[in-house]
């Protein structure tokens, strides 16, 4: 931790800003002043005030403490959303690149197809066909991104196959999925985590994208982006309600990147974008 | 027309107005444009014999009339009409129509365009869903001479006046209906009111001009062509974005604008506003007698019992729309007051209620019994807002409200599915038996059949109550239909909420503006430039 | 050239194929009966419901449907939308131009941004500028594009009053276009960055500086063509992602295209109009790829001369 601090400042307060958002999503039951769904606590859209840092909602809740808990929803989902995407990729992107002929070149071939709708069409799509609320989200989400893993995950793959390991391995007779799981997946771990770290920005901005746009989380659920959307009628009378729960998504995401961008540097250009 | 000192007075005033940033878009020469931003994203139709939405009745109100009119008194009053004569049997009308009416077209008014009208309403072709119902058991009509006419229904029929007010009994004409048919006529209405229809941009505006040969106006409105050269009604669906709009002076007149707006906006002596209860059934909830926790009335009281709406109506419009109390809007003549009796606020009787039915508090505050929760779902399509507050307040009698916010699509699956507990509800008719929509027996939903009693109640007593008030008129009408206000009430098939409000701010620049009968739409034919 | 041309249109032909196939398969698992979603409540005979399925097509095979389809869509007819009964090439038509204008603003605010940081901060890597950049480009990557675009609105026009919300000018297009091109800045800034570094560190570039040339023209003549072949291919997926990005900004600031009549379809359930949606977002992404490689093509010999 020391050495992180003395070869990049700016990954270390990352770190610990993060640990603190965390640790405050977590221990939200003790640590918010307030119910976060109880309403009228105090007068609608009151000011920020000593009692209330955030100020209040429409509904009079506190929305500090609906911040706090908001992160509960907005980081667990993104990092569902995350580990999903990235299993699910990774395992298409290794089959494929170890495979290679024409199952690869199909499977190239799809995974060129979603590359080319905007993830957030085919999130929204996904959405339309399993009906709106928080986890169809992440699954929507973790689908869309499945192509961007899998791709990267292939290319590295591709990188690894050609060693002469593997080689020796199929002279003994491996079978294809244990050299795949015992050789191939310790060699491109390093890629994996850097692409996680550099992605769960991605996930967490994407899911709550979805959210704002009213098809993930519902009522009274205090997910981050769907707050700022209910701030965005009273952008002109209560301002707060639509600049708090960005800021928060907003550090979480720059935390979440600099760590991934230190992890990049540290381990090494593995994970350079393909 | 503007006289040549009216228009330096308004120039003068554009001038010294113009210090603000402020862009005017008005018509060169003085000429008043009355600029008026809707809601609605888009219309699909401004034929009134199968509108359907209430946003097409704003250019309806203007571009056509109706044989007679209702007044702030709640008058029948001559419109198009000068006078009538209603049978005893309430089973026909005789009226005698101005002769001194022409059509934008040119085509004359006379009875044979009154009848044209309403054969085609019940004309399967037309393809009618609004105006057939509102025209009542209509069975044809007789031209008794070039203006006189008698119309003839199937069954008694005492409230056909009001139902002739009503803006989908407006008279079309029959040169054009029948020249352009149904789908163009809906693209190029014309009718005979002070508006003559000129363009619609899809999705972006509808422009109209004034007709000069205007004067047939009914009593109690002024008599003369309008003022205004031109309307412009532009669509701008985005609440925050109508409002920039009626700050920046890009329109005069800002429809629905929300409740801090309102309030803002009038402050100043820039401002003014109009705002009016709509007649019909206030926004609300139909609780699902058919199933789940809201087969036990008990339970339906206690929840009623447990929402705070008074809250609703002071923290989230700000005072700007009333409470309500009973399902008919309290601007009705037919609105029975006791309804304000009714579950008050009170979470200690909401608590013995539930105790009484068995339902005990259990663990995470939630109620229990038998092992079940006290758990209900509210498929909210309109105003989920209240949904939360909904939510929140029930949770403190110990209910659990899942909400999930949904379409018309979704909310119908839902409905034909029968799988919900409460659903937001709002209904608008200028007339008392909007009743009918959500208790009539026959308004159950069914396969095929998508129709409004989301509560699912059934009686026979009601059913005849409502049937017998409609056909009534007087004193009888008024305590049939307090009955049954009382049944509704009693049996708490209905959460009232809040009066549904329609609201108009508008310009200090502008004058003249009023509401029509049923307070949904503005009549913009008496706008004049204010100085 | 030509015969590159012809080359990659033929490449990308079975890819349009393929995903148009992919995306009507996705379609046709979706729960909800087509004919249900287009009466849309209304009650009609069981008579009514089969001259529908059959106008609709509902009852052929399906391969026999997806010709169809693909023969529909190249004669522009992309069906009828379930919510205005309207034909949907004539809705989507109606909104492109906005998308575009938003797109186009967006990427003229990208590029500019993009290019000149990565390029600032890729000439002096390490230095002061490189340090301010990379800063830059990390809050732009992070901050998400609602929160971005309402701060912006709140900023400049409620608190400010500098620029208009309403309208279809110009001026209201400004905050629209920063708010979707800060996503393309930041990745841009950053690719350009170290592919210029990348190039400036090759020898041929020090043997220009060796040889006494001008700075600036070693930079513009000899290095500036090979640095922008990898930024270019990434902005062919960059488009892809400001196109949904689009989406989301023309909510915010209330405009209308395609991303708004995606929403609306989504959530109405109304099918035909999100088919085409995709359908035409596919065709456009394989197009521009395509113009992207032709423009590689033209700038980078080593492609024209193949792979070594």
């Known amino acids: 931790m020391i050495k992180m601090w003395q070869c990049n400042p700016g990954a270390a307060l990352a770190v610990m800003v993060l640990l603190g958002i965390v640790m405050a999503a977590i221990f939200a039951a003790w640590l918010t002043p307030h119910d976060w769904n109880a309403i009228g606590v105090t007068e609608s859209l009151a000011r920020p005030s000593m009692r209330h840092w955030f100020g209040a909602d429409i509904f009079g809740r506190d929305l500090l403490s609906r911040v706090i808990a908001g992160g509960r929803y907005s980081i667990s989902i993104g990092l569902l959303t995350l580990v999903l995407g990235l299993v699910s990729g990774s395992l298409l992107g290794m089959v494929l690149g170890y495979a290679g002929g024409r199952i690869d070149g199909w499977g190239s071939r799809f995974i060129d197809v979603m590359l080319g709708v905007p993830a957030l069409v085919i999130a929204v799509m996904v959405v339309s066909i399993m009906g709106v609320g928080l986890f169809n989200v992440a699954l929507a989400v973790a689908f869309a991104q499945l192509p961007h893993y899998a791709r990267i995950l292939r290319s590295a793959t591709l990188v690894v196959r050609r060693r002469l390991f593997i080689e020796a391995a199929v002279a003994i007779g491996a079978r294809s999925p244990s050299i795949i799981l015992t050789h191939i997946l310790p060699n491109i771990a390093p890629t994996l985590v850097v692409v996680a770290t550099l992605n769960l920005g991605e996930a967490i901005l994407a899911t709550s994208t979805l959210s704002f746009l009213g098809l993930g989380a519902q009522p009274p659920t205090p997910e981050w982006g769907s707050m700022l959307s209910d701030g965005q009628e009273y952008m002109r009378y209560a301002p707060w309600m639509m600049f708090f729960p960005g800021l928060a998504i907003f550090l979480t995401v720059v935390c979440v990147n600099l760590i991934g961008n230190y992890l990049n540097q540290r381990l090494g250009g593995a994970g350079r974008r393909a | ?531 | ?308």
């Open chain 2, 1 to 531: 027309m503007i006289s040549r000192r009216q228009s330096l007075l308004w120039g003068a005033a554009a001038l010294a107005t113009s210090a603000a940033p402020v862009r005017r878009a008005h018509a060169a020469q003085g000429a008043l444009t009355v600029r008026y931003g809707s809601a609605a994203s888009d219309d699909h139709t401004y034929d009134p014999r199968i509108t359907m939405m209430g946003t097409e009745e704003q250019i309806i109100v203007q571009v056509f009339d109706r044989l007679v009119a209702i007044d702030a008194a709640n008058q029948v009053r001559p419109y198009l009409a000068k006078s009538w004569v209603v049978a005893e049997d309430f089973r026909s009308v005789s009226l005698q129509l101005r002769e001194d009416v022409t059509f934008h077209d040119g085509t004359a008014f006379d009875a044979a365009a009154v009848k044209f009208t309403f054969d085609s309403i019940v004309d399967p072709a037309t393809g009618s869903l609004g105006a057939i119902d509102v025209i009542g058991p209509y069975a044809g009509s007789d031209v008794l001479g070039s203006h006189t006419i008698r119309l003839r229904y199937r069954a008694p029929f005492p409230r056909m006046l009001s139902a002739l007010a009503d803006n989908k009994a407006s008279i079309v004409s029959p040169t054009a209906a029948r020249a352009l048919g149904v789908t163009a006529f809906g693209h190029a209405p014309v009718g005979t009111g002070p508006f003559r229809f000129v363009s619609w941009t899809q999705g972006v505006e509808v422009v109209l001009e004034r007709n000069p040969a205007y004067h047939w106006a009914p009593e109690f409105l002024p008599q003369q062509p309008p003022q205004a050269e031109r309307v412009v009604h532009r669509f701008i669906p985005n609440t925050a974005t109508r409002v920039a709009a009626l700050d920046a002076g890009e329109i005069d007149i800002c429809e629905q604008a929300p409740p801090l707006d309102v309030r803002r906006m009038t402050a100043t002596p820039q401002y003014h506003s109009l705002i009016g209860n709509s007649l019909g059934v206030p926004y609300g909830f139909s609780l699902n007698t058919s199933r789940g926790r809201f087969a036990d009335l008990a339970v339906r009281r206690a929840f009623m019992q447990s929402i705070n709406r008074p809250w609703i109506s002071d923290n989230l419009f700000f005072g700007i729309v009333k409470p309500a109390w009973g399902p008919l809007a309290a601007s009705a003549p037919e609105y029975w007051s006791g309804v304000r009796e009714y579950y008050p606020f009170d979470l200690a009787a909401a608590a013995r209620l539930l105790a009484e039915a068995g339902w005990q508090p259990g663990a995470d505050g939630i109620r229990q019994k038998d092992g079940q929760r006290l758990a209900l779902f509210l498929p909210i399509l309109l105003e989920p807002r209240i949904g939360v507050v909904l939510q929140a307040d029930a949770r403190k009698a110990g209910f659990d409200l899942k909400i999930e916010q949904v379409t018309h699509e979704r909310q119908e699956e839902l409905i034909f599915a029968n799988d919900y507990d409460l659903l937001s509800l709002h209904w608008g008719l200028n007339d008392a038996s909007v009743l009918e929509v959500p208790f009539l027996s026959t308004n159950v939903p069914a396969p095929g059949q998508f129709t409004f009693n989301w509560s699912r109640y059934r009686s026979a007593a009601l059913d005849r109550l409502l049937r017998d008030a409609a056909a009534s008129s007087g004193a009888q009408r008024l305590s049939g239909y307090a009955e049954i206000q009382k049944e509704i009430m009693d049996q708490a098939l209905f959460l009232p909420i809040h009066e549904v409000a329609y609201n108009v701010v508008y310009s200090h620049h502008v004058a003249g503006l009023r509401l029509a009968h049923g307070n949904s739409q503005t009549l913009l034919a008496a706008a004049t430039a204010a100085t």
């Open chain 3, 1 to 308: 050239m030509l015969s590159y041309l012809l080359r990659s249109l033929l490449r990308a032909i079975p890819t349009l194929l393929v995903s148009w196939a992919l995306i009507f398969g996705a379609f046709q698992v979706i729960p909800g009966d087509p004919v249900n979603l287009m009466l849309g409540g209304v009650p009609a005979s069981p008579q009514v419901r089969a001259n529908l399925r059959t106008a609709l097509g509902l009852d052929r095979p399906l391969p026999e449907r997806f010709v169809y389809f693909v023969r529909n869509i190249s004669r522009g007819d992309l069906g009828t939308s379930y919510r205005t009964r309207e034909p949907v090439a004539g809705m989507v038509a109606a909104q492109l131009p906005a998308t575009l204008q938003l797109t186009a603003g967006g990427l003229v605010f990208g590029l500019i941004f993009g290019l000149g940081f990565g390029l600032l901060s890729g000439l002096k890597p390490n230095g002061v500028t490189d340090l301010v950049v990379s800063a830059v480009v990390l809050l732009g990557a992070s901050i998400p594009s609602f929160w971005s675009g309402l701060m912006l609105i709140w900023v400049f026009s409620t608190v400010l009053g500098w620029v208009p919300i309403l309208g279809q000018g110009f001026a209201a297009l400004i905050l629209p276009s920063i708010t979707v091109g800060l996503f393309v800045v930041a990745g841009l800034a950053r690719l350009v960055r170290s592919s210029v570094i990348e190039t400036m560190g090759q020898d041929y570039v020090r043997t220009a500086r060796a040889k006494g040339l001008h700075p600036a023209r070693v930079v513009v003549h000899h290095a500036l063509r090979n640095a922008m072949i990898p930024p270019i291919t990434l902005l062919g997926m960059q488009i892809a992602t400001m196109i949904g990005g689009a989406m989301v900004t023309e909510n915010i600031f209330a405009r209308p295209g395609i991303g708004t009549l995606l929403i609306q379809s989504v959530l109405a359930r109304d099918l035909p109009v999100v088919q085409a949606i995709v359908v035409y977002t596919t065709a456009a992404y394989i197009l521009i790829n395509l113009l992207v490689d032709l423009l590689a093509y033209a700038i980078d010999p080593r492609v024209r001369l193949g792979p070594a």
